[in-house]
């Protein structure tokens, strides 16, 4: 077949076949290459036109011309790169993602660390950690929760008002809004807020509150009340208190807003919404009445 489009090609050159017959004998493409190559000859210089010779030059040329291959890139460059990308995701996630563990209105969590340590998370409170804990034990706390601590290497809680360093020891942080609350109950720790650094003991507290800190001691129990089901408020803050109550019972709660700093000092219940409220608002004269989904506290 090439050898015979070679002949078609030498008589169209000598204009032995016409256009269209060339047209004819052999594949439109064919046509097209031939054309382009009869525009590039007709371009050069020839004395006398040998034909023979000119045909020859062509055959060799084509003869010479190596077809392009099409670019193929190997499977195994892709495989490589996806293996890369996925290495570096695994990596990612082994090294640096966080472990979030979130509790949900009037629920709490327990969870066991990497290195044996338990923390109780209150209602409406995240705890997050890294996978590496068992090697650098730092987590981060919003909200509360009871640690109870593992001997070991330093042992740090992290939240947005401060931190707390350990090293083995059972203690509950609260770090809601603007109130940082710590109280030991096994052991010691290191309290920091801001500038400013204190040791806690077994049965001593400590609070930060809008720029002001205080310290205090009290009988020690095994474990803070809320992991039995009560809230329990030494001269808290009335805003902490309700917050407290919105997280146990996912309601919205409304107030005058001068009596959020009013101090509190009591117990309610997790059990039931109706006797939580007269827990709250008899000590301080309060009234309550719900509207809607909207439980609203009055003077």
């Not at 710590?182 to 040791?199: D, R």
Request: include cysteine.
């Amino acid at each position: 077949m090439e050898a015979q489009n070679e002949k078609y090609l030498s008589d169209w050159l000598a204009n032995k076949i016409t256009d269209e017959q060339l047209k004819q004998l052999v594949l439109a493409e064919d046509f097209e290459a031939y054309q382009k190559i009869k525009i590039a000859l007709d371009g050069l210089e020839i004395k006398p036109p040998d034909t023979e010779q000119n045909f020859e030059a062509i055959r060799q040329k084509l003869a010479d011309k190596t077809p392009t291959k099409p670019r193929v890139v190997s499977l195994w460059r892709y495989v490589s790169i996806a293996a890369t990308v996925l290495a570096f995701f695994g990596l990612y996630h082994f090294f640096i993602a966080q472990n979030d563990v979130i509790s949900d209105f009037g629920k709490s969590r327990v969870i066991t660390l990497a290195d044996n340590s338990k923390v109780s998370l209150n209602a409406k409170s995240t705890l997050s950690y890294g996978n590496l804990f068992a090697y650098q034990r730092t987590l981060q706390l919003q909200g509360e929760a009871f640690f109870e601590v593992e001997k070991g290497s330093p042992f740090t809680v992290e939240t947005p008002l401060g931190e707390v360093l350990v090293l083995g020891t059972k203690f509950n942080v609260v770090a809601i809004g603007d109130l940082f609350e710590v109280k030991c109950y096994e052991g010691k720790v290191k309290v920091s807020h801001l500038n400013q650094s204190t040791i806690v003991t077994p049965g001593e507290s400590v609070r930060f509150y809008k720029g002001t800190s205080e310290n205090w001691a009290e009988t020690t129990t095994a474990k803070p009340t809320w992991i039995s089901g009560e809230s329990s408020f030494k001269k808290v803050p009335m805003r902490y208190v309700i917050t407290q109550f919105q997280n146990q019972y996912n309601v919205a709660v409304k107030y005058p807003k001068h009596i959020e700093n009013i101090k509190f000092t009591g117990t309610f219940t997790h059990k039931d919404a109706n006797v939580a409220l007269q827990s709250i608002c008899l000590p301080l004269q309060l009234k309550w009445s719900k509207n809607s989904e909207t439980i609203i506290l009055s003077e």
